[in-house]
């Protein structure tokens, strides 16, 4: 089979394509022809060495959609699954053609659910429904910021949170990203570049639930809560430090929670897939490319530029 690896840490042009031995799967796997798959940063930050992997060469890709290629443990030849944990199955993640994933691991793709629209919910759908949900504990009624609405998490995060009953207020950089949130459904959208994002919302009478996905704002999101409030750390896009106010920290009675790199059930999983497949909730893509365009999807990633994700197709 073919995949898209990378020998050694590096840019993307390391990202290679090679010719490699098909999985063999164990008793408890089920075999998969993968489809499509996506980038995510965690890609990027594993393939430059700032996220060491175990071995190398290395395949990346924590999602995989694809179709079972045959019978086993209770999945039938030709049925259409998706996983957000294919960098655990054998035969590498879904920058490879082929995977022996766990059945325990998938999820099935609705009727009318797309295999570009089941990947690009997939983990970022994730880790949102982990956030606000496992972790966050959002419910009707509630006030929650989700930072870097433009993100992959940010699109689908506003998107379930608002299903939820949820006040959302979101950040964007432009007034073209901040179109594009306001028709995700988020209430209110403060621009991080000009605006003081704590305060801004404090005076519009603050949040319960903060997801935090640039870590380096951590006191913003601690200004921007109401006493008692929560924040689930789950992303550092602007870095790894921030420096905070312990005492406005303390007296707010502030939670902040370490989400890390989260995955919800596959139960839930599946629950999303079918809020995708009831179009109340809308995977964002922002390109579709071939995967042997592994290397330029990477760079356009790294941009910050897009708004969704991006879809990577073998063929």
């Known amino acids: 089979m073919k995949a898209v690896q990378f020998a050694q840490y590096g840019g993307p042009e390391v990202l290679q394509v090679q010719e490699v031995p098909d999985p063999i799967p164990d008793d408890t796997d089920v075999l998969i022809q993968v489809k499509v798959t996506t980038v995510n940063r965690l890609d990027l930050y594993q393939r430059n060495g700032s996220r060491p992997v175990g071995k190398l060469p290395f395949t990346p890709g924590r999602e995989a959609a694809g179709v079972v290629i045959k019978d086993s443990n209770g999945f039938r030849a030709g049925e259409r699954v998706m996983t957000t944990r294919a960098s655990d199955a054998k035969g590498g993640g879904g920058y490879a053609s082929m995977i022996a994933a766990p059945a325990t691991d998938l999820v099935r793709i609705p009727d009318g659910v797309t295999f570009e629209e089941a990947v690009a ?5 994730s880790t949102a429904w982990a956030s606000l949900f496992d972790l966050g504990y959002a419910k009707a009624g509630e006030r929650v910021l989700i930072w870097a609405g433009s993100s992959g998490v940010g699109t689908i995060a506003i998107q379930l949170a608002k299903h ?3 006040w959302v207020v979101t950040t964007a950089g432009s007034e073209d990203k901040a179109s594009a949130l306001r028709h995700l459904g988020a209430d209110m959208i403060v621009n991080h570049r000009n605006e003081k994002v704590g305060q801004v919302i404090s005076h519009a009478n603050g949040v319960n639930l903060v997801i935090e996905l640039v870590s380096t ?17 789950i992303g550092n896009l602007g870095g790894q430090q921030a420096t905070v106010d312990t005492q406005a920290w303390r007296l707010k009675r502030v939670r902040v929670i370490g989400g890390g790199v989260i ?10 897939l079918q809020l995708v497949a009831e179009k109340a909730v809308t995977p964002i893509i922002a390109q579709i490319m071939p995967i042997e365009q592994a290397a330029e999807a990477h760079q356009l990633q790294a941009s910050g530029q897009l708004l969704g994700k991006i879809v990577l197709l073998h063929r």
């Not at 919910?121 to 759908?125: E, I």
């Open 217 to 233: 704002t951590l006191q913003d999101s601690l200004d921007a809560c109401v006493m008692d409030g929560r924040i689930v750390l």
């Open 263 to 272: 995955n919800t059930s596959p139960e839930n999983e599946q629950r999303i």
């Open 164 to 166: 939820a009953g949820c």
């Open 121 to 125: 919910a997939g983990l970022t759908a």
